[in-house]
């Protein structure tokens, strides 16, 4: 039977045959068939990005093809069909495999379509803020309860999308006003959302790039949600004094995001997003709870803290302006 889940995750099933592939084409399984090796020391002989080849290799270890053992790694015992020298080796099956993968790419034009990415500017930034609420909307109710708004008076929504979480939060807490700060022809997605649910009379809408311009001050809980991953660490650091200086001293932010496990390894889908983010953006990727505390701590954050560690971009990480 179909569902919504299901066929989502159908949707997303390339992700991993990518990585695979991209395993197989640098022919990772065999070079680490006999020995572990460190991503640097391997990159060295592949001639390959070191931090692009560590964050393949990390998501192959989430999948199980590898294995991780402190910062090196080594071909799965119950992947060594995957090597060259394997008597059942399938890697050139899997060489066969990604060489049709441009041609496949072309199916949309083939069949008679326009490609999302050959449309214009605007249809595809729609598309995109339209797929963060329907990402959002199953889990913004539950997330907003566990973040607990209580007595705040003014949320701060960075990066506020569609509008998802900020119209959840306000639900949450009757006596909230919101502000919400994107660019420009996101906030006007958000103004129709928030119309459409009657919450536009407690929402602020501020246009803006949050990369560069100071946020609004006076507010007492700040919201930064599924941002720091397209960031590299100095970008972050950046943002993170900005929101600093938009919060009232004893001002709350929460931090929603992939928050990964120290070997970078869990959870899955986050080491497959850091995929995402390395062919996507140039400094971007997924962060443990150490870094994302260290750089919350160098804006000036205290009492920082794992609210929730979570599965699918839904870790929360809590700190305050003293």
């Known amino acids: 039977m179909n569902t919504p889940e299901s066929l989502l995750a159908l949707s997303r099933a390339f992700q991993e045959s990518r990585v695979l592939l991209t395993g197989a084409e640098l022919d990772v399984f065999t070079a680490l068939a006999t020995e572990a090796l460190a991503a640097d020391a391997l990159a060295a002989r592949l001639g390959a990005d070191p931090r692009a080849l560590a964050t393949l290799l990390d998501a192959l270890a989430a999948m199980g093809l590898l294995d991780k053992t402190g910062g090196t790694y080594r071909t799965a015992k119950d992947a060594a069909c995957l090597t060259a020298d394997a008597p059942d080796s399938i890697l050139p099956m899997l060489l066969h495999a990604?060489?049709?993968?441009?041609?496949?790419?072309?199916?949309?034009?083939?069949?008679?379509?326009?490609?999302?990415?050959?449309?214009?500017?605007?249809?595809?930034t729609r598309a995109f803020i339209e797929a963060m609420h329907v990402v959002s909307a199953p889990q913004a109710a539950k997330l907003a309860s566990e973040v607990n708004p209580g007595g705040a008076r003014r949320l701060l929504d960075v990066g506020a999308g569609p509008g998802t979480y900020a119209a959840a939060f306000l639900r949450a807490a009757p006596d909230l006003h919101a502000t919400l700060f994107d660019l420009p022809p996101v906030v006007e997605i958000a103004r129709e959302r928030l119309s459409a649910a009657g919450l536009l009379g407690r929402v602020t809408l501020v246009p803006g790039n949050f990369d560069t311009d100071e946020l609004p001050a006076g507010h007492d809980l700040a919201w930064l949600s599924a941002i720091i991953h397209q960031n590299g660490p100095a970008e972050n650091d950046a943002l993170y004094g900005r929101i600093f200086?938009?919060?009232?001293?004893?001002?709350?932010?929460?931090?929603?995001?992939?928050?990964?496990?120290?070997a970078r390894t869990r959870p899955r889908a986050g080491a497959l997003f850091a995929i995402n983010m390395l062919v996507g953006t140039a400094h971007g990727g997924t962060y443990t709870f150490d870094e994302i505390r260290a750089g919350l701590e160098r804006a000036g954050f205290v009492r920082v803290r794992l609210l929730r560690e979570g599965e699918r971009m839904d870790g929360l990480v809590e700190a305050f302006r003293p």
């Not at 060489?99 to 605007?122: C, E, F, I, S």
């Not at 200086?245 to 120290?262: F, I, K, Q, Y």
């Open 245 to 262: 200086r938009a919060l009232e001293p004893g001002g709350r932010l929460v931090v929603r995001d992939h928050v990964m496990d120290p």
């Open 98 to 124: 990604a060489a049709l993968w441009d041609r496949w790419t072309g199916l949309t034009r083939k069949v008679g379509g326009t490609p999302l990415t050959a449309r214009p500017p605007a249809a595809a």
